[in-house]
């Protein structure tokens, strides 16, 4: 399983990658004003940062505004991936990107049907939002079940990005079910390496070491 960081803050990506769990990193606008930076120089940076898929999202909602700014992005670097939310618009943007042999991530998908759409039209990710469904009592890890059980019937390439991760549950739960990519914050990364008993044990370890007669 890959792990994306879903982020735009390249300090948090620089903390990632030091810990070489970071494959590839997702970006949305709100990410982006969150990084309180530049656009395209954020995204420019984070391909220096990360060898892999970098997506950088769309913000027009007519298929040509699509196109035309995913065009713009997908010449920042050969990494970049265009993510076109999951509307009639995006999934026509869709295809043409994948003749233009431009990657997308079709975004914002909380159906099986989106899903499905999504890869039909070209999608090279498809992206499941777990955690936003989960606030609203549906069961996100369900969606991405439905959404693997689809694409295995018909060998479909796309691959499926687990996203809005809020808990390593989320995580542990899309590897037992042989999702693709999960993309996740820089919290739950780290919070997918602890364990009080490795704690307790690594002080105990330590302590006992002291008692031991050295040369
Ligand atoms: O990148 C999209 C997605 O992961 C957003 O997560 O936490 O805003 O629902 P969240």
């Known amino acids: 399983m890959k792990f994306f960081l879903d982020t735009a803050v390249v300090d948090e990506?620089?903390?990632?990658?030091?810990?070489?769990?970071?494959?590839?990193?997702?970006?949305?606008?709100?990410?982006i004003a969150k990084s309180g930076r530049d656009f395209r120089e954020v995204i420019?940076?984070?391909?220096?940062?990360?060898?892999?898929?970098?997506?950088?999202?769309?913000?027009?909602t007519d298929a040509e505004g699509m196109l035309s700014e995913g065009r713009a992005l997908a010449k920042i670097h050969d990494n970049i991936v265009v993510k076109v939310p999951m509307i009639a618009?995006?999934?026509k943007a869709?295809?043409?990107?994948?003749?233009e042999g431009i990657k997308t991530n079709v975004t914002l998908i909380f159906s099986p049907s989106q899903a499905l759409l999504a890869a039909k039209a070209g999608a090279s990710?498809?992206?499941p939002f777990v955690g936003r469904l989960d606030?609203?009592?549906?069961?996100?890890?369900?969606?991405?079940?439905?959404?693997l059980d689809i694409f295995g019937n018909y060998d479909i390439d796309a691959e499926v990005i687990v996203a809005s991760i809020r808990n390593p549950l989320h995580v542990v739960d899309a590897a037992r079910m042989g999702a693709h990519i999960g993309t996740m914050p820089l919290g739950v990364m780290k919070q997918l390496m602890r364990h009080p008993l490795t704690d307790i044990g690594l002080q105990q370890f330590l302590k006992d070491w002291e008692s031991v007669p050295k040369r």
């Open 13 to 31: 990506i620089r903390e990632g990658v030091s810990y070489g769990l970071v494959d590839g990193v997702t970006t949305n606008p709100s990410l």
């Open 125 to 127: 990710f498809v992206s």
């Open 135 to 147: 606030d609203i009592s549906h069961v996100g890890m369900g969606l991405v079940e439905e959404i």
């Open 44 to 60: 420019a940076e984070i391909c220096t940062l990360v060898d892999g898929p970098i997506s950088a999202e769309v913000v027009s």
């Open 89 to 91: 618009e995006g999934l």
């Open 94 to 99: 869709t295809r043409r990107f994948a003749a």
